[in-house]
């Protein structure tokens, strides 16, 4: 089970986000999260603007290959040093599978001192041979990983290497906190929230409206002028501690609750306090 997982060092973060800013096309959306997998902390990098075309039905067969390195920390992970190798073996699979079949990079997952690059490909013959060569020629040491399935549905990206809501709350929590404390901030005064969310009829809103003034929220502000058949906006504030662990305890709760109120909980901003 994926659960998500608050062990980050800055280390792996800078690594993870300078391979997805190189390696990306300008229209992919490549993010990174760290959950725990069967209680042990894990690092998943992934293509996100893949979920809303999944699955193409002219890849339909999954390819996992990558190594398992013996340079890694106690959690699993790679060293910096190590990192270098596995960027450079990432390139040239990439480079072997692209020029053998036609390919979608969707994924890395890295576990348990081990790195492993999830594809979907058209074809999967004459894909094994050249691979095997990569790995003995560049890292003739190191004990390496290729498994080839069926996957039309492309679950593993679905299922498994795409977050879950939780996980995405998380995400885009840290990335707000990130930005305030670019900006300055410490994060260790509580102040007022504001939060965002979008229903579709005024019997949604007030459904949820009753909610958030039970949890001590204030109704800031209500939007209806998009026009006929626009979402209806409410804001609304509390004073909380930006901190990442409180916020999304918050953003996680006030999600679900708008989704049973039909509606969808956005976003969540606050003033910078230096």
């Known amino acids: 089970m994926k659960k998500i997982c608050l062990f980050i060092t800055s280390l792996l973060l800078l690594s993870i986000f300078s391979f997805a800013q190189t390696d990306s096309l300008p229209t992919e959306n490549w993010d990174t999260y760290l959950a725990t997998f069967q209680k042990k ?160 009829s005024e019997a949604d809103r007030t459904c949820f409206s009753s909610f958030v003034l039970k949890k001590g929220f204030r109704i800031t502000k209500k939007d209806n002028s998009g026009g006929a058949g626009a979402p209806l906006l409410l804001q609304f504030s509390r004073i909380d501690k930006p901190q990442v662990n409180i916020i999304s305890r918050i953003t996680i709760e006030l999600r679900r609750q708008a989704a049973k109120c039909n509606g969808e909980y956005d976003a969540w901003e606050t003033a910078v306090i230096r």
């Open 41 to 200: 902390p894990g690092s998943i990098l992934l293509n996100m603007s893949l979920k809303s075309s999944a699955p193409q039905q002219a890849y339909p067969f999954l390819l996992v290959t990558g190594v398992k390195f013996t340079d890694c920390s106690r959690e699993g992970f790679p060293s910096s040093r190590e990192y270098k190798k596995l960027f450079l073996i990432s390139d040239s699979v990439k480079a072997v599978v692209e020029r053998t079949t036609g390919a979608v990079l969707c994924g890395t997952f890295t576990y348990q001192c081990q790195r492993l690059d999830y594809f979907y490909v058209q074809d999967t013959a004459r894909l094994r041979l050249p691979l095997s060569g990569v790995y003995k020629n560049q890292l003739p040491d190191y004990e390496y990983y290729i498994n080839i399935k069926a996957d039309k549905g492309w679950n593993t990206y679905l299922d498994f290497l795409f977050p879950s809501d939780t996980i995405r709350d998380f995400m885009d929590n840290q990335k707000i906190l990130m930005a305030l404390e670019r900006a300055g901030d410490k994060l260790l005064r509580s102040r007022p929230i504001e939060h965002f969310a979008y229903f579709k």
